[in-house]
C-alpha cells in the first residue's frame, strides 16, 4: 500500500493556493482586463462600507498577533 | 460583501463561524479576538456613522508609514511570543480600529460587470481557501495528531521562528496594514448612509 505523506501534501496544497491567488492577482494587475477588475479596484470599492473596513483590519491585526506572539502548538 | 438586510452583513457570520471554531479547537486569545471582532461588527452595523475629518486622516496618514517603519525595527528587536510584543499589538488594536470606524463611506453602486466578475471569484476564491484550512483544523482536533493535516499556522510557525523569516513576516505584514489604512481607505468629502 502507498504511503502518503498527508503533512507534505496539505502543505503543498497551501502553497498551490498562494500560487493561484498571486496568479490572479498579476493577470488583472494593470485593471486592463476586459472582464475582471483588479484586486485593488475591488478592494477600494469594498473599502467604501465601514464593516468591511473593520472585518478586513481586524482579521489582519488577528493574523499579526497569531504569528508574532501567541503560541502554536503541535502536537 | 453583501448585506443579509440591512444593519447586518455576511462578515459577522464569518467573524461568528471562526469564533465558534476558535472555541472548538480551544484557543482562547483567538475566540476572544473573534468574538471580540464580531461585536464590533454587530456595534458597526446599527451604530449611527460617525466620520474624520480630511485633514485629521491626512496627518495618520502622513505619520503611518514612519509610524510603521518603527514598529517593524521594535517587531524586529523583540523576541517572538515576548509579553512585549502582546502589549504593543492590544496598544495598537484600538488605534487600528479608530481608523477603519472613522473611514469614509461614500459608496458607489457596483455596477461595473468587471467588480461583480471579481468579487465572485475572490469570494468563490476565499471560501475554497477557508474550507481547506478550517477542514485541516477540524480533522487535526479530532486526530490524535495535528501534524497529519497541518494549518497554515502550523505550517509557518517554523519559518517565523527564523530571525529572517520573522523579518519578511512583519514587514509584508506592516506594509499590507499601511495599505489597508492608509491606501484603500482615504477620506473622501461625501457620504452615504451605507455601512
Known amino acids: 500500500m502507498m504511503n502518503i505523506n498527508t503533512h507534505l501534501v496539505t502543505a503543498n496544497i497551501y502553497l498551490v493556493m498562494l500560487f493561484i491567488s498571486l496568479a490572479i492577482i498579476f493577470a488583472t494587475l494593470d485593471n486592463e482586463n476586459k472582464r475582471v477588475a483588479s484586486l485593488k479596484a475591488l478592494m477600494t470599492r469594498l473599502f467604501t462600507t465601514r464593516t468591511t473596513r473593520l472585518a478586513f483590519i481586524m482579521f489582519w491585526w488577528w493574523v499579526g498577533i497569531h504569528f508574532l506572539f501567541a503560541t502554536i502548538h503541535h502536537r | ?157 517554523p519559518l517565523m521562528d527564523k530571525t529572517l523569516g520573522k523579518f519578511v513576516f512583519t514587514a509584508v505584514w506592516l506594509w499590507m496594514g499601511y495599505n489597508l489604512l492608509f491606501r484603500l481607505n482615504r477620506g473622501q468629502e461625501e457620504a452615504d448612509d451605507e455601512h
Open chain 2, 1 to 157: 460583501m453583501q448585506r443579509l438586510k440591512r444593519g447586518f452583513s455576511y462578515w459577522t457570520v464569518a467573524f461568528l463561524v471562526t469564533t465558534l471554531l476558535q472555541f472548538f479547537r480551544g484557543s482562547p486569545l483567538d475566540a476572544l479576538v473573534f468574538s471580540s471582532g464580531t461585536l464590533i461588527l454587530l456595534i458597526s452595523s446599527f451604530y449611527p456613522k460617525v466620520h474624520m475629518p480630511g485633514k485629521g486622516f491626512k496627518l495618520a496618514a502622513t505619520w503611518g508609514g514612519p509610524f510603521a517603519f518603527a514598529l517593524l525595527v521594535t517587531f524586529y528587536l523583540i523576541p517572538r511570543h515576548d509579553q512585549w510584543m502582546a502589549i504593543i499589538l492590544w496598544t495598537l488594536f484600538p488605534v487600528v480600529l479608530v481608523l477603519a470606524w472613522l473611514g469614509p463611506h461614500r459608496a458607489p453602486k457596483m455596477s461595473d460587470p468587471r467588480l461583480q466578475r471579481a468579487q465572485h471569484i475572490w469570494i468563490e476564491w476565499a471560501l475554497i481557501v477557508c474550507f481547506w484550512e478550517y477542514a485541516a483544523n477540524i480533522i487535526g482536533q479530532l486526530a490524535a495528531s495535528n501534524e497529519a493535516f497541518p494549518t497554515i499556522s502550523l505550517v509557518m510557525d
